[in-house]
């Protein structure tokens, strides 16, 4: 089992920077590849990013290529997104998971409660 406990989110202008974080337990955090997903009102949830065990890949949904950075550090069992030039499309609940396998897109084994993040125009 993994314990995933996010945090970092709240309110924040248009252009502006948040970073969530992501603190894990319950297994050895290298073992785990972890991504960020995210779920706006109304909408299914979607991938935001991942990233592998020990951080050598990452990949990026298109709409956030460029602006965001997933990192993690193993010592600290956190993985963090950080998040720059934000827009309101932003705004949505962010979910951190886990799963041992990096190569999934979807049906992550493991998932937090998520943070919010709302983006004003």
């Known amino acids: 089992q993994v314990q995933l406990v996010e945090s970092g989110g709240g309110l924040v202008q248009a252009g502006g920077s948040l970073r969530l974080s992501c603190a894990a337990s319950?297994?050895?955090?290298?073992?785990?590849?972890m991504a960020w997903f995210r779920q706006a009102p109304g909408k299914e949830r979607e991938f935001v990013a991942k990233?592998?065990?020990?951080?050598?890949?990452?990949s990026y949904a298109d709409s956030v290529k460029g602006r965001f950075t997933i990192s993690r550090d193993n010592a600290k069992n956190t993985v963090y997104l950080q998040m720059n030039s934000l827009q309101p499309e932003d705004t949505a609940n962010y979910y951190c998971?886990?799963?041992?396998?990096?190569?999934?897109?979807?049906?992550?084994?493991?998932w937090g409660q998520g943070t919010q993040v709302t983006v004003s125009s």
């Open positions: 319950g297994r050895t955090f290298s073992s785990i590849a």
């Open positions: 998971a886990a799963d041992p396998n990096y190569y999934k897109w979807r049906l992550y084994a493991y």
């Open positions: 990233i592998s065990r020990f951080g050598v890949n990452t």
